[in-house]
C-alpha cells in the first residue's frame, strides 16, 4: 500500500544545519518530492530525486535516497528564519497514475 | 516560467451562493489538478484533467463541478456548500500525468 510518514515537527537554530525525515511504503516509487509551504501560500516545489538516484544536491539542499529503507531526507544546510515552514514529502508511484502520495508535512521551526 | 495563478485570493461565501474559482497556466502543460487542503493536513487530490478531459475525480460531492475550458484555464465551479467545505483550494499543473506537479498560490475559502 502507499503510505508516506514525517516527523510533525522540528526546531532548529539559525545557522545550523536542518535534517527532515520522511518513509515511504510503496517500492514502485518512480519520484519523490520535497515541497515547502509557507503560512497562507501554496506549495513550492523546492527539489525531487528519481528513484534511481541516491542523492541530489541543489545550492543548500542535499537530498538523500536510501530505497533499500525506503528513507528519504532533505537537509538543508545554514537554515535562515526564511526557512521556516512546513515541509511535505510526496511520492508518485506507476500505480498511483496522476496522484500524489504526501506525508503529513514537517514543520520547520528557525530559531534566531 | 513555472507560474501557476489562482484567483480570487480569499472567498468568503454563503451556503446558497454560487461562485467559481480560476487556475491559469502558461507552462504549455496538458495536466491540471485540484487540492483541498485543511488547516495542518497535507493537500487531499479532488480532480484531475489530462488534455482538457477529466480523468480522476475523487469522489468528490456534485456541489464542486470542475470545467477546463481549455488547455490553459481550470475552473472549479461551487454551489450550495457547506461550512466543512471552507479550505485552501489550490490548483496544479503538470507536463503531463505523472510528472512534476507546480501549484498555484491557493484560494482561501470560507463558508458561512
Known amino acids: 500500500g502507499e503510505d508516506v510518514e514525517q516527523s510533525l515537527f522540528l526546531s532548529v537554530r539559525e545557522g545550523d544545519s536542518s535534517v527532515i525525515n520522511c518513509t515511504y511504503t510503496?517500492?514502485?516509487?518512480?519520484?519523490l518530492y520535497w515541497y515547502k509551504q509557507e503560512p497562507g501560500a501554496g506549495l513550492q516545489l523546492l527539489t525531487y530525486?528519481?528513484?534511481?538516484?541516491d542523492m541530489k544536491q541543489d545550492q543548500r539542499l542535499t537530498v538523500l535516497l536510501n530505497k533499500k529503507d525506503k528513507h528519504l531526507s532533505l537537509r538543508i544546510a545554514d537554515t535562515q528564519t526564511g526557512d521556516s515552514a512546513i515541509y511535505f514529502c510526496a511520492e508518485s508511484t506507476v500505480d498511483s497514475s496522476y496522484k500524489l502520495i504526501f506525508g503529513s508535512g514537517t514543520r520547520l521551526l528557525v530559531r534566531p | 516560467d513555472t507560474e501557476v495563478t489562482q484567483t480570487p485570493k480569499h472567498l468568503v461565501m454563503g451556503m446558497t451562493n454560487k461562485k467559481s474559482l480560476k487556475c491559469e497556466q502558461h507552462?504549455?502543460?496538458?495536466?491540471m489538478y485540484w487540492y483541498k487542503q485543511k488547516a495542518k493536513k497535507p493537500p487531499e487530490l479532488m480532480f484531475v484533467y489530462s488534455y482538457e478531459k477529466l480523468s480522476i475525480n475523487e469522489s468528490v460531492p456534485s456541489r464542486f463541478s470542475p470545467e477546463c475550458p481549455n488547455s490553459s484555464l481550470l475552473n472549479l465551479h461551487l454551489h450550495a456548500l457547506q461550512p466543512e467545505d471552507s479550505a485552501l483550494y489550490l490548483c496544479?499543473?503538470?507536463?503531463?500525468?505523472?510528472?512534476?506537479?507546480?501549484f498555484g498560490p491557493g484560494t482561501r475559502l470560507l463558508v458561512l
Open positions: 510503496d517500492s514502485s516509487s518512480t519520484y
Open positions: 530525486i528519481f528513484s534511481n538516484m
Open positions: 496544479a499543473s503538470s507536463q503531463t500525468g505523472r510528472t512534476t506537479q507546480y
Open positions: 507552462m504549455g502543460h496538458r495536466a
